[in-house]
T-cell receptor
Framework: GAVVSQHPSWVICKSGTSVKIECRSL??????MFWYRQFPKQSLMLMAT?????????EQGVEKDKFLINHASLTLSTLTVTSAHPEDSSFYIC?????????????FGSGTQLSVL | TQLLEQSPQFLSIQEGENLTVYCNSS?????LQWYRQEPGEGPVLLVT?????EVKKLKRLTFQFGDARKDSSLHITAAQPGDTGLYLC???????????FGRGTSLIVHP
């Protein structure tokens, strides 16, 4: 079945540094990928929609200069948390849409746990 | 404001017990989805319910969509420790395949 790979699985960084998270669709092409953020025991909140070859669409309240999204190919989207602070510590999950599948199915990565010290 | 209200928020039970979790809204949906998420993992789609009154079964899990398509329930029979996880209901935004999730029910099944 379709697989979405997310890397790294976890990262610890110092406050003020930037962290890049990669999301790859391994066996299908995805013109659209989605980035979610999840706090412990909370639901997934959509941050932005990543569009291949164009600018990402951010949800209300999400700083686009803080969370940089690049979707340069049909199989890769990256989320860069710039100048990370402890309040950015969270579980970040990406998902990608398999447009070639019946019903255009959505698949999720396994998430990245970010801890900012 | 959460469009989807899930209850209970937390549930801790012993192996072998039955349980039901609920997903309610004042809005009507064309479909609702149920996901399970294990700690440190992304959510996995369990089922999509489409028709009002529909009942779908997945082994020991029974999903029901309300007649008015405003609510759904998930019933687990004879829960096992492997059922532990966060159960999320979601709806897809109109005209897209972007799921919007409820807060979820965190289930722990003790051996």
């Amino acid at each position: 079945g379709a697989v979405v790979s997310q890397h790294p699985s976890w990262v610890i960084c110092k406050s003020g540094t930037s962290v890049k998270i990669e999301c790859r669709s391994l066996d299908f092409q995805a013109t659209t990928m989605f980035w979610y953020r999840q706090f412990p025991k909370q639901s997934l909140m959509l941050m932005a929609t990543s569009n291949e070859g164009s600018k990402a669409t951010y949800e209300q309240g999400v700083e686009k200069d803080k969370f940089l999204i690049n979707h340069a190919s049909l199989t890769l989207s990256t989320l860069t948390v710039t100048s990370a602070h402890p309040e950015d510590s969270s579980f970040y999950i990406c998902s990608a849409r398999d447009e070639g599948a019946r019903g255009e199915k959505l698949f999720f990565g396994s998430g990245t746990q970010l801890s900012v010290l | 404001t959460q469009l989807l209200e899930q209850s209970p928020q937390f549930l801790s039970i012993q192996e072998g017990e039955n349980l039901t979790v609920y997903c309610n809204s004042s809005s009507v949906f064309s479909s609702l989805q149920w996901y399970r998420q294990e700690p440190g993992e992304g959510p996995v789609l369990l089922v999509t319910v489409v028709t009002g009154g529909e009942v779908k079964k997945l082994k020991r899990l029974t999903f029901q969509f309300g007649d008015a398509r405003k609510d759904s329930s998930l019933h687990i029979t004879a829960a096992q420790p492997g059922d532990t996880g966060l159960y999320l209901c979601a709806f897809e935004r109109r005209g897209s395949y972007i799921p919007t999730f409820g807060r979820g029910t965190s289930l722990i099944v003790h051996p």
